[in-house]
Structures are given as structure tokens and as C-alpha cells.
């Protein structure tokens, strides 16, 4: 995916080294004790057919593992679930589907919502969270986004998080209006602003 908001344009691109294997592995090790537990992220983390594997190994070290994942993986994500992998998912909802591929660059809405089906039948601790950029998305588009998770009966959290200004992926300006979250509906699951 490649969304304007993105705070992590560098490793979108692809600018950063790789690190080596045994440098990875000695730097968990030595947090053994010290960490309860440790965050794959990215770029996309299911997208690494070595996930699994690195996964096992650090259960193996103790660690609890929470993945963080735009939902474009839906076979990793049901794998790695399944068969205990992770312990914990935030899944990043970018959009409605009509406003999917204008945000995010990706143009496959179903591998998403395959992703959040899996999420919402699952008992794995989740979040499911969204990124309001007044421009790009309103409180419209939240309110046909919450209906979307309640038809999936997910009952986790969800977070509207607030666009922060900095660099970003698509060098974006500050939202020319004000999104408002007195307009969002109450749904029936927990939901929480942060950063407004």
C-alpha cells in the first residue's frame, strides 16, 4: 500500500538496509527477561514468507507477538492464528470500499475484507483502527465503516485515530476542515478517538 498519511515513507520505499539475520537474533535474545512481548509491523509484516517460522521462534523465547497489518494477507493472517502464532492483531481499516484505492494505492477491497472476516470470527485479542484525514475521509464514510464492522459482528476496539502533520508518504497538507466526532454513531462495540 502506499497511503498519503503514512509516516514511514522510508521504509515504504525501501531506503533502509537490511539487518542481518544473527544481529536480529542476538538483539531478541539479549531482551529476553526485559521485553513481555514484541511488535511486527512494517511495510506489511504478512507479507514475509518467513513470518511463521520467526514467529515460533519467539514464542519460543517467551514473547508474546502482536502483528500489525493492513489485512492484504488474509491466508498469513488465518495461518498465523490458527495455529497460535500471534497473540494479538491491530488491523488497519484504510477506508470504505469506494475510497479503498484512491487512499491506499491497492486496489484488492476484498483481501481486506477477507482479513476482517477472519479477525471478527476469531477470538484473538484485536483493534481494528482507522486514520481520519478530514480530506479523505468523513464522518460519513466512518459511519458506513462502523456499519460494515457491526454486519462482521466484530466486538473488539475500535480507534479513530487523528491525522498528526509531519513528513508523509504523500507529502500531505493539514486537512482543510475539521472532521467532527460529534457526527459519529455510537456503535456497539467499544470505540475510542485518539488525537482529536
Given at each position: 500500500?502506499?497511503?498519503?498519511?503514512?509516516?514511514?515513507?522510508?521504509?515504504?520505499?525501501?531506503?533502509?538496509?537490511?539487518?542481518?539475520?544473527?544481529k536480529?537474533?542476538?538483539?531478541?535474545?539479549?531482551?529476553?527477561?526485559?521485553?513481555?512481548?514484541?511488535?511486527?509491523?512494517?511495510?506489511?509484516?504478512?507479507?514475509?514468507?518467513?513470518?511463521?517460522?520467526?514467529?515460533?521462534?519467539?514464542?519460543?523465547?517467551?514473547?508474546?507477538?502482536?502483528?500489525?497489518?493492513?489485512?492484504?494477507?488474509?491466508?498469513?493472517?488465518?495461518?498465523?492464528?490458527?495455529?497460535?502464532?500471534?497473540?494479538?492483531?491491530?488491523?488497519?481499516?484504510?477506508?470504505?470500499?469506494?475510497?479503498?484505492?484512491s487512499?491506499?494505492?491497492?486496489?484488492?477491497?476484498?483481501?481486506?475484507?477477507?482479513?476482517?472476516?477472519?479477525?471478527?470470527?476469531?477470538?484473538?485479542?484485536?483493534?481494528?483502527?482507522?486514520?481520519?484525514?478530514?480530506?479523505?475521509?468523513?464522518?460519513?464514510?466512518?459511519n458506513?465503516?462502523?456499519?460494515?464492522?457491526?454486519?462482521?459482528?466484530?466486538?473488539?476496539?475500535?480507534?479513530?485515530?487523528?491525522?498528526?502533520?509531519?513528513?508523509?508518504?504523500?507529502?500531505?497538507?493539514?486537512?482543510?476542515?475539521?472532521?467532527?466526532?460529534?457526527?459519529?454513531?455510537?456503535?456497539?462495540?467499544?470505540?475510542?478517538?485518539?488525537?482529536?
Open positions: 500500500m502506499a497511503c498519503g498519511y503514512c509516516h514511514n515513507p522510508d521504509l515504504v520505499k525501501g531506503v533502509f538496509q537490511k539487518i542481518e539475520e544473527e536480529i537474533k542476538k538483539f531478541i535474545e539479549s531482551r529476553i527477561g526485559l521485553l513481555d512481548g514484541i511488535v511486527l509491523s512494517g511495510g506489511e509484516c504478512t507479507l514475509c514468507k518467513d513470518l511463521p517460522d520467526f514467529t515460533k521462534y519467539l514464542k519460543s523465547m517467551g514473547f508474546k507477538v502482536k502483528i500489525d497489518t493492513n489485512g492484504t494477507n488474509p491466508e498469513m493472517l488465518d495461518f498465523l492464528i490458527s495455529n497460535d502464532l500471534i497473540d494479538f492483531v491491530a488491523l488497519d481499516f484504510k477506508s470504505t470500499q469506494e475510497k479503498f484505492e487512499i491506499t494505492g491497492y486496489k484488492n477491497y476484498n483481501n481486506f475484507l477477507k482479513s476482517l472476516a477472519i479477525l471478527s470470527s476469531s477470538k484473538i485479542l484485536s483493534e481494528i483502527r482507522t486514520t481520519t484525514h478530514a480530506d479523505l475521509l468523513d464522518e460519513e464514510d466512518i458506513s465503516m462502523i456499519k460494515c464492522l457491526e454486519d462482521l459482528s466484530y466486538k473488539g476496539n475500535y480507534y479513530l485515530q487523528n491525522y498528526r502533520d509531519g513528513v508523509t508518504l504523500g507529502n500531505l497538507n493539514k486537512p482543510s476542515r475539521k472532521f467532527d466526532v460529534n457526527k459519529i454513531e455510537n456503535p456497539s462495540f467499544k470505540l475510542e478517538f485518539r488525537g482529536f
